[in-house]
Protein backbone atom coordinates (compact mmCIF):
# COMPACT_ATOMS: atom_id res chain seq x y z
CA UNK A 1 0.00 0.00 0.00
CA UNK A 2 1.03 3.53 -0.63
CA UNK A 3 1.37 6.27 1.64
CA UNK A 4 -1.30 7.87 -1.01
CA UNK A 5 -3.40 5.13 -0.07
CA UNK A 6 -3.40 5.24 3.36
CA UNK A 7 -6.03 6.58 5.62
CA UNK A 8 -5.80 10.41 6.90
CA UNK A 9 -6.56 9.67 10.26
CA UNK A 10 -9.31 12.19 11.78
CA UNK A 11 -8.37 14.22 14.84
CA UNK A 12 -11.62 14.39 17.07
CA UNK A 13 -12.69 17.99 17.79
CA UNK A 14 -16.68 17.38 18.72
CA UNK A 15 -18.84 14.75 18.83
CA UNK A 16 -18.94 15.45 14.85
CA UNK A 17 -16.29 17.73 13.47
CA UNK A 18 -12.53 16.90 12.78
CA UNK A 19 -9.51 18.07 12.01
CA UNK A 20 -7.79 15.77 9.18
CA UNK A 21 -3.84 17.27 8.81
CA UNK A 22 -3.39 16.94 5.05
CA UNK A 23 -0.08 17.64 3.91
CA UNK A 24 0.00 21.15 2.59
CA UNK A 25 -3.05 22.51 4.57
CA UNK A 26 -5.58 21.63 6.86
CA UNK A 27 -8.72 19.79 6.43
CA UNK A 28 -11.60 20.76 8.23
CA UNK A 29 -14.75 17.70 8.64
CA UNK A 30 -18.26 17.61 9.76
CA UNK A 31 -19.00 13.87 9.98
CA UNK A 32 -22.18 11.65 10.68
CA UNK A 33 -25.60 10.70 9.85
CA UNK A 34 -26.65 13.28 7.20
CA UNK A 35 -23.04 12.52 5.27
CA UNK A 36 -20.05 14.54 5.61
CA UNK A 37 -18.88 18.16 4.53
CA UNK A 38 -15.49 19.09 3.88
CA UNK A 39 -13.17 22.62 4.28
CA UNK A 40 -10.73 22.94 1.86
CA UNK A 41 -8.44 20.17 0.28
CA UNK A 42 -4.64 21.57 -0.13
CA UNK A 43 -3.35 19.51 -2.39
CA UNK A 44 -5.17 16.74 -5.00
CA UNK A 45 -2.72 14.38 -4.20
CA UNK A 46 -4.03 14.17 -0.96
CA UNK A 47 -7.56 13.71 -1.99
CA UNK A 48 -7.38 9.89 -2.02
CA UNK A 49 -6.25 9.84 1.72
CA UNK A 50 -9.02 12.45 2.76
CA UNK A 51 -11.84 10.57 1.01
CA UNK A 52 -10.46 7.64 3.15
CA UNK A 53 -10.22 9.20 6.62
CA UNK A 54 -13.96 10.86 5.33
CA UNK A 55 -15.18 6.74 4.60
CA UNK A 56 -13.92 5.97 8.00
CA UNK A 57 -16.02 8.01 9.45
CA UNK A 58 -19.15 8.34 6.89
CA UNK A 59 -18.71 5.71 4.12
CA UNK A 60 -19.82 7.05 0.71
CA UNK A 61 -21.34 10.24 1.61
CA UNK A 62 -18.85 13.09 1.17
CA UNK A 63 -22.11 15.67 0.44
CA UNK A 64 -20.40 19.40 0.16
CA UNK A 65 -17.28 21.34 0.00
CA UNK A 66 -16.50 24.59 1.12
CA UNK A 67 -13.90 26.88 0.66
CA UNK A 68 -12.03 29.06 2.92
CA UNK A 69 -10.86 31.35 0.46
CA UNK A 70 -9.46 31.27 -3.64
CA UNK A 71 -5.87 30.16 -3.14
CA UNK A 72 -4.67 27.40 -5.02
CA UNK A 73 -3.53 25.17 -1.55
CA UNK A 74 -7.29 25.39 -0.26
CA UNK A 75 -9.19 24.60 -3.83
CA UNK A 76 -7.29 21.62 -5.22
CA UNK A 77 -10.36 20.02 -4.49
CA UNK A 78 -12.67 21.38 -6.33
CA UNK A 79 -11.70 20.34 -9.69
CA UNK A 80 -12.30 16.70 -8.50
CA UNK A 81 -15.65 17.10 -6.70
CA UNK A 82 -17.41 19.49 -8.43
CA UNK A 83 -19.05 17.01 -10.66
CA UNK A 84 -20.41 15.08 -7.38
CA UNK A 85 -21.11 17.60 -5.13
CA UNK A 86 -21.91 22.02 -4.53
CA UNK A 87 -19.03 23.64 -3.71
CA UNK A 88 -19.59 26.48 -1.13
CA UNK A 89 -17.86 30.07 -1.04
CA UNK A 90 -17.71 34.13 -1.03
CA UNK A 91 -18.52 35.19 -4.28
CA UNK A 92 -15.21 36.34 -4.69
CA UNK A 93 -13.40 33.25 -4.45
CA UNK A 94 -15.95 32.32 -7.74
CA UNK A 95 -14.39 35.27 -9.65
CA UNK A 96 -10.63 34.81 -8.52
CA UNK A 97 -10.83 30.72 -9.81
CA UNK A 98 -12.41 31.99 -13.24
CA UNK A 99 -9.32 34.10 -14.34
CA UNK A 100 -5.37 33.57 -14.06
CA UNK A 101 -3.97 34.54 -10.02
CA UNK A 102 -0.65 36.52 -10.14
CA UNK A 103 1.30 37.20 -6.74
CA UNK A 104 4.62 38.77 -7.05
CA UNK A 105 4.80 40.54 -3.49
CA UNK A 106 5.88 38.46 -0.36
CA UNK A 107 5.87 35.50 -2.25
CA UNK A 108 6.15 34.14 -6.28
CA UNK A 109 3.29 32.12 -8.01
CA UNK A 110 1.03 32.38 -10.64
CA UNK A 111 -2.06 29.70 -11.36
CA UNK A 112 -3.93 29.36 -14.12
CA UNK A 113 -7.80 30.06 -14.50
CA UNK A 114 -9.81 27.05 -13.08
CA UNK A 115 -11.73 25.18 -15.50
CA UNK A 116 -15.68 25.29 -14.93
CA UNK A 117 -15.98 22.43 -12.87
CA UNK A 118 -13.55 23.83 -10.26
CA UNK A 119 -15.75 26.89 -9.74
CA UNK A 120 -17.93 27.47 -6.57
CA UNK A 121 -21.83 27.03 -7.64
CA UNK A 122 -23.32 27.83 -4.00
CA UNK A 123 -21.93 31.43 -3.07
CA UNK A 124 -22.69 34.47 -0.87
CA UNK A 125 -21.72 37.65 -0.20
CA UNK A 126 -22.06 38.30 3.82
CA UNK A 127 -23.25 34.76 5.98
CA UNK A 128 -24.88 31.75 5.17
CA UNK A 129 -26.05 29.18 7.67
CA UNK A 130 -25.75 25.29 7.20
CA UNK A 131 -27.34 22.87 8.83
CA UNK A 132 -25.97 19.19 8.79
CA UNK A 133 -25.39 16.43 11.37
CA UNK A 134 -27.04 18.44 14.00
CA UNK A 135 -24.43 21.15 13.58
CA UNK A 136 -25.25 24.79 12.72
CA UNK A 137 -22.65 26.16 10.35
CA UNK A 138 -22.06 29.69 10.18
CA UNK A 139 -20.47 30.79 7.24
CA UNK A 140 -19.27 34.13 7.09
CA UNK A 141 -17.39 36.66 5.02
CA UNK A 142 -13.93 38.67 6.63
CA UNK A 143 -13.67 41.51 3.56
CA UNK A 144 -10.45 42.64 2.30
CA UNK A 145 -7.63 40.56 4.84
CA UNK A 146 -5.64 37.84 4.50
CA UNK A 147 -7.05 37.70 0.59
CA UNK A 148 -10.55 39.57 -0.89
CA UNK A 149 -12.71 36.27 -0.09
CA UNK A 150 -11.67 34.53 3.18
CA UNK A 151 -14.65 33.24 5.28
CA UNK A 152 -15.10 31.51 8.60
CA UNK A 153 -16.68 27.98 9.50
CA UNK A 154 -17.83 28.00 12.32
CA UNK A 155 -19.09 24.87 14.21
CA UNK A 156 -21.13 26.63 16.37
CA UNK A 157 -22.86 23.21 18.76
CA UNK A 158 -18.96 21.89 18.20
CA UNK A 159 -17.36 25.38 19.52
CA UNK A 160 -14.74 25.11 16.64
CA UNK A 161 -14.12 27.04 13.62
CA UNK A 162 -12.38 26.72 10.40
CA UNK A 163 -10.09 30.36 10.00
CA UNK A 164 -8.91 29.28 6.92
CA UNK A 165 -5.49 31.96 6.58
CA UNK A 166 -6.55 34.68 8.25
CA UNK A 167 -4.49 33.01 11.65
CA UNK A 168 -1.05 32.04 11.12
CA UNK A 169 -0.27 30.99 14.69
CA UNK A 170 3.24 32.44 15.99
CA UNK A 171 4.01 33.11 12.17
CA UNK A 172 4.34 36.15 9.72
CA UNK A 173 0.93 35.91 7.70
CA UNK A 174 0.85 35.71 3.60
CA UNK A 175 -1.48 38.43 2.72
CA UNK A 176 -2.95 38.80 -0.90
CA UNK A 177 -1.96 42.34 -1.41
CA UNK A 178 -2.09 42.45 -4.75
CA UNK A 179 -5.43 40.60 -5.03
CA UNK A 180 -7.89 42.60 -3.04
CA UNK A 181 -6.06 41.66 0.46
CA UNK A 182 -4.69 44.27 2.96
CA UNK A 183 -2.11 44.15 6.19
CA UNK A 184 -4.54 46.55 7.94
CA UNK A 185 -7.64 45.07 6.99
CA UNK A 186 -6.36 41.71 8.24
CA UNK A 187 -5.60 43.57 11.47
CA UNK A 188 -9.06 44.36 11.80
CA UNK A 189 -10.26 41.18 10.78
CA UNK A 190 -7.82 39.33 13.45
CA UNK A 191 -9.91 41.96 16.25
CA UNK A 192 -12.94 41.31 14.88
CA UNK A 193 -12.46 37.72 15.53
CA UNK A 194 -11.08 37.87 18.84
CA UNK A 195 -14.49 40.43 19.88
CA UNK A 196 -16.89 37.38 17.93
CA UNK A 197 -15.56 34.23 19.36
CA UNK A 198 -15.55 32.63 22.81
CA UNK A 199 -12.79 32.44 24.91
CA UNK A 200 -13.21 28.38 24.85
CA UNK A 201 -13.28 27.35 20.75
CA UNK A 202 -10.81 25.72 19.06
CA UNK A 203 -9.73 27.10 16.33
CA UNK A 204 -7.91 24.98 12.95
CA UNK A 205 -6.40 27.32 11.21
CA UNK A 206 -5.55 26.96 7.42
CA UNK A 207 -1.93 25.54 8.64
CA UNK A 208 -0.41 23.96 11.39
CA UNK A 209 -1.71 22.46 15.06
CA UNK A 210 -5.33 23.78 16.18
CA UNK A 211 -4.89 26.86 18.31
CA UNK A 212 -6.97 28.68 20.75
CA UNK A 213 -8.33 32.70 21.29
CA UNK A 214 -5.29 32.81 23.27
CA UNK A 215 -2.80 32.21 20.31
CA UNK A 216 -4.94 34.64 18.25
CA UNK A 217 -4.45 37.78 20.79
CA UNK A 218 -0.73 37.05 20.71
CA UNK A 219 -1.00 36.91 16.90
CA UNK A 220 -3.15 40.18 16.92
CA UNK A 221 0.00 42.14 18.94
CA UNK A 222 2.65 40.97 16.55
CA UNK A 223 0.68 42.06 13.34
CA UNK A 224 0.14 45.61 15.51
CA UNK A 225 3.59 45.98 17.07
CA UNK A 226 5.50 44.84 13.09
CA UNK A 227 3.03 46.78 11.38
CA UNK A 228 3.51 49.59 13.07
CA UNK A 229 7.34 49.49 13.37
CA UNK A 230 8.26 49.30 9.52
CA UNK A 231 6.17 52.22 9.38
CA UNK A 232 8.02 53.95 11.77
CA UNK A 233 11.27 52.44 9.92
CA UNK A 234 9.57 53.60 6.58
CA UNK A 235 9.17 57.37 8.10
CA UNK A 236 12.82 57.71 8.69
CA UNK A 237 13.47 56.19 4.94
CA UNK A 238 14.59 52.90 6.05
CA UNK A 239 15.78 50.35 3.07
CA UNK A 240 12.70 47.74 3.34
CA UNK A 241 16.03 45.02 3.40
CA UNK A 242 17.51 47.30 6.17
CA UNK A 243 14.38 47.07 8.01
CA UNK A 244 14.32 43.49 7.84
CA UNK A 245 17.31 43.11 9.27
CA UNK A 246 17.43 45.16 12.05
CA UNK A 247 13.50 43.38 13.02
CA UNK A 248 13.54 43.66 16.76
CA UNK A 249 14.92 39.84 18.21
CA UNK A 250 11.06 38.98 19.84
CA UNK A 251 9.48 38.89 16.36
CA UNK A 252 12.57 36.80 14.33
CA UNK A 253 10.72 33.44 15.08
CA UNK A 254 7.78 34.59 13.45
CA UNK A 255 9.89 35.03 9.85
CA UNK A 256 11.06 31.14 10.45
CA UNK A 257 7.66 29.86 9.11
CA UNK A 258 6.27 30.26 4.97
CA UNK A 259 6.71 34.25 5.28
CA UNK A 260 10.39 35.17 5.79
CA UNK A 261 10.83 38.44 7.81
CA UNK A 262 11.96 39.97 4.57
CA UNK A 263 8.51 39.39 2.64
CA UNK A 264 6.59 40.27 6.23
CA UNK A 265 8.31 43.68 5.62
CA UNK A 266 7.44 43.96 2.02
CA UNK A 267 3.67 42.88 2.44
CA UNK A 268 3.49 45.33 5.05
CA UNK A 269 5.41 48.04 3.03
CA UNK A 270 3.08 47.58 -0.04
CA UNK A 271 0.14 47.86 2.29
CA UNK A 272 0.62 51.08 3.82
CA UNK A 273 1.40 52.67 0.35
CA UNK A 274 5.10 52.11 -0.79
CA UNK A 275 4.05 49.34 -3.96
CA UNK A 276 7.32 49.81 -5.28
CA UNK A 277 9.46 49.29 -2.95
CA UNK A 278 10.87 45.54 -2.94
CA UNK A 279 13.93 43.79 -1.07
CA UNK A 280 15.66 43.64 -4.41
ZN1 LIG B 1 -4.31 31.81 1.50
Redesign the pocket.
Known amino acids: MTTADTLLQPHLLSDTVYLLSAEGGNVGLCAGKDGALLVDIPQEAELSRIQAGVDSLAPGNLRLLVN ?4 A ?2 VAGNVLLGDDMPIIAHTNTRKRLKTDQRITVGVKAFHPAQPPIAWPNLVFDQEITLHLNGEEIQLTHFPQG ?2 DC ?1 IIVWFRNANVVHV ?2 IFWPRSFP ?1 V ?1 VENGGSVMGLIQNVKKLIDLLPASIQIIP ?1 HGPVSDVKELKKYHRMLVETTDWIDKQRQANQRSKDIAQTMPDKWQSCGKAFISTDAWVDLVLYSLGDSDRGTT
Not at 68 to 71: D, G, L, V, Y
Open positions: THAHDHHSDGDFDG
